[in-house]
């Protein structure tokens, strides 16, 4: 069996939610790729086991950015802002979505690193090695995933999904979020208390991400939550800092023709005394590429829903929206 356990969740007033746990190391290949293409329609969202990204790949991105996030704010700020890549605080995106957390937001091209990491870290080349090594293992493992999808969907070109985000313009990003533990409503922004009395507040608000396929890991502190079905109801993700949590991104649900749907995510603050971590990896295709149902997708029965559109004016429509925005819904056909 490949989906091996389905981790049981629980939400405050359901019943058990198993979220899909794919072994990446299973000999069957038809069955992988079968069960990754039910989660992706299923969940939009599943976790895998067995990846192959070394320990040490990871421990040395999580090093890396604990030892950012320790410094002063003055020292954060020389990053830069995070419009377009840099370093944000509480502010997400450029319409007024704020959050309970920090972060480095990152191009992952490797020559944009080198440059950047001078500002980020005293030891660049360092801070550089650790982020571009982590990128091209979890961008190996995107297109591995990506493939296996493209086999359990019966399309002839293997590559047709990987391709994008293989491409040398790839326009894929890498994100460090940090989420400094908080005690109670108090410490957090008045204007979220009205609506997250007595509960967490929000670390990063609800949304579902742009690109074709994420990439999350983060450390043992929870806080991720997905909302499953579209029935409203948050579900909580336990933290498994081995493993890597994978997002459909609304580019995949274009691609498809609505066959896997983008899953709606959030994380709320955490109330623990350490700090979560998290670092997303965003696959992306060149701007200049054309995102549109592909062929096997389409027939008289199932016809085109979206119209198509160039990674970079999608971009352009999600940053001209609020993070929660639907913003697919733009290029639909009516
Ligand atoms: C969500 C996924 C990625 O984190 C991100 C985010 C981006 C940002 O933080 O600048 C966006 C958000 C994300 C979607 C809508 C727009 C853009 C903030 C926002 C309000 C880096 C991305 O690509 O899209």
Redesign the pocket.
């Known amino acids: 069996m490949v989906v091996a356990s389905p981790s049981p969740l629980r939400t405050k007033k359901t019943k058990a939610v198993g979220i899909p746990t794919i072994d990446l190391s299973s000999s069957c290949r038809s069955k992988l790729s079968e069960s990754i293409v039910k989660a992706c329609e299923e969940y939009g969202f599943f976790k895998v086991v067995n990846h192959g990204v070394p320990k040490q790949v990871l421990a040395r991105l999580e090093d890396q950015g604990a030892g950012f996030f320790a410094k002063s704010a003055a020292e954060k700020q020389r990053a830069g802002p995070?419009?377009p890549f840099g370093y944000?605080s509480k502010n997400?995106?450029?319409?007024g979505?704020t959050g309970e957390l920090e972060y480095l937001?990152l191009h992952t091209n490797p020559h944009t690193i080198s440059e950047r990491s001078k500002a980020i870290s005293n030891d660049p080349s360092k801070f550089s090695c650790a982020v571009n090594d982590y990128i091209e293992a979890v961008r190996d493992l995107a297109c591995a995933i990506l493939d296996l999808v493209a086999e359990g969907l019966w399309i002839s070109d293997k590559y047709i999904f990987s391709s994008f985000i293989r491409d040398a313009h790839s326009d894929s990003?890498l994100?460090l979020n940090h989420y400094p533990p908080i005690k109670d409503t108090k410490d957090c922004d008045p204007s979220l208390q009205l609506h997250q009395f007595r509960s967490n507040p929000i670390g990063f608000g609800e949304?579902s991400?742009?690109?074709i396929l994420t990439i999350l890991r983060a450390n043992d502190v929870g806080g991720l939550q997905i909302s499953l079905h579209d029935n409203g109801l948050w579900v909580p993700v336990p933290p498994d800092p081995n493993e890597f949590f994978v997002i459909v991104g609304d580019a995949f649900q274009a691609l498809t023709n609505g066959r896997f749907k983008s899953a709606r995510h959030r994380a709320l603050a955490n109330s623990s005394v350490k700090p979560r971590m998290s670092t997303?990896y965003?696959g992306a295709p060149p701007l200049n590429a054309w995102i549109s149902p592909i062929p096997e997708m389409v027939s008289p029965q199932n016809p085109s829903l979206y119209k198509p559109f160039t990674w970079g004016e999608y971009?352009k429509a999600?940053?001209s929206?609020?993070?929660g925005?639907s913003?697919l819904d733009l290029f639909k056909i009516h």
Not at 92 to 95: F, L, Q, S, V, Y
């Open positions: 995070a419009t944000g997400i995106g450029r319409n979505d937001l990003l994100r949304h991400d742009p690109q997303v965003f971009k999600a940053y929206l609020r993070l925005d913003r």
